[in-house]
Each structure stands twice: as structure tokens, then as C-alpha cells.
């Protein structure tokens, strides 16, 4: 195997590990806010352009519904990271929403 196709295999994964984060490191994602499934299995997705789609954990039903489709600032903790499988979505525990700017 060549030093190319070695760096060509490894630069997906190098690329994941750098921009993932630690479960329990705090963040800040933008992005639209939507829901996807049917109730009663209802998960919140996060859709940014930059950091991909993440589930959205600790939102009221309330909350659901006000920020639906709207583009929002949201913080909290990481609870899974984002995988170099991409299986699952990586997974964020919600502190706040606001609008983004």
C-alpha cells in the first residue's frame, strides 16, 4: 500500500476526530430547527450548514412547536458525538434556544 492510498483511507477519519466533540463538552449550534417522524416518536433535528444534523434532547413540546422550521441559536452539552460511521446522529442536550441573528 502506497503513502497515497494510506493518507486517502485515513484523511475521512482524521477529518471527523477534529471536528467532532467530547461527550460533555458544552457547544453552540445554528441552524433550522425541525421535526421529523410521527408522534408519539417525534425527534428534533437540528440542520446547520456546517455541522450536519443533530438531535436535539430537553425541549419542551412547547418549544417544539414555537421553533419549528425557524433558524435558531442553540447551546448545550454534548451527549453523543457525532460518529465516523455516521449510524446515528450525534446528540445534544438543550440549555437554551434563541433566534439566530
Known amino acids: 500500500m502506497t503513502i497515497r492510498t494510506t493518507l486517502s483511507l485515513l484523511f ?3 477529518l471527523v476526530a477534529c471536528a467532532t466533540q467530547a461527550a460533555g463538552e458544552s457547544t453552540q449550534l445554528t ?3 425541525l421535526l421529523k417522524g410521527n408522534a408519539p416518536h417525534v425527534s428534533v433535528v437540528l440542520e446547520t450548514t ?3 444534523r443533530w438531535e436535539l434532547l430537553g425541549l419542551s413540546a412547547e418549544q417544539r412547536a414555537s421553533w ?3 433558524t435558531v441559536k442553540v447551546r448545550g452539552k454534548v451527549v453523543r458525538p457525532a460518529s465516523a460511521q455516521g449510524l446515528q446522529l450525534p446528540q445534544l442536550q438543550v440549555d437554551s434556544v434563541a433566534p439566530a441573528q
Open 12 to 14: 475521512p477519519a482524521l
Open 31 to 33: 441552524g433550522q430547527l
Open 50 to 52: 456546517d455541522r450536519g
Open 68 to 70: 419549528q422550521r425557524q
